[in-house]
């Protein structure tokens, strides 16, 4: 007898075809520091299928990127290797170019996607 083969991945979700909540919660996240370049794929599709806790999610995420007292820099390099840390692909790959343009070296960058301790990282800026 064959094993049935389960599939544990949520159905994706088109702008057209979101509730009133739904449809609230994509807008909040274009409302907020992310812009309208909030997408329906990633983490934020997944908050669409339970969107009072994809609500709270987002802000944390906000609050936690955005309004960070560390320098873009430090937030981003600190992103990465907590990507990197929990092998999370998608977050490794939305935040590896915004890394390097915040100031993040491409070697670093590099060191860190091979599991390796960064050479040298750039002086601080007091």
């Excluded at 370049?37 to 969107?51: I, K």
């Excluded at 590099?110 to 390796?116: C, F, S």
């Amino acid at each position: 007898m064959a094993a049935k083969k389960l599939n544990y991945r949520l159905p994706e979700l088109t702008e057209d075809k979101l509730d009133d909540a739904q449809r609230a919660l994509l807008e909040s996240m274009r409302a907020g520091p992310r812009g309208a370049r909030v997408r329906l794929g990633g983490p934020f599709g997944v908050y669409m299928h339970a969107p009072q806790y994809g609500e709270l999610t987002q802000q944390l995420g906000a609050f936690v990127r955005f309004k960070t007292s560390l320098p873009p820099r430090l937030s981003e390099f600190a992103i990465l290797c907590t990507a990197r840390l929990w092998r999370a692909q998608y977050e490794w790959h939305a935040h590896a170019l915004i890394a390097e343009k915040a100031g993040v070296r491409r070697e670093a960058i590099a060191d860190l996607k091979a599991g390796r301790t960064p050479k040298k990282a750039a002086k601080a800026h007091k």
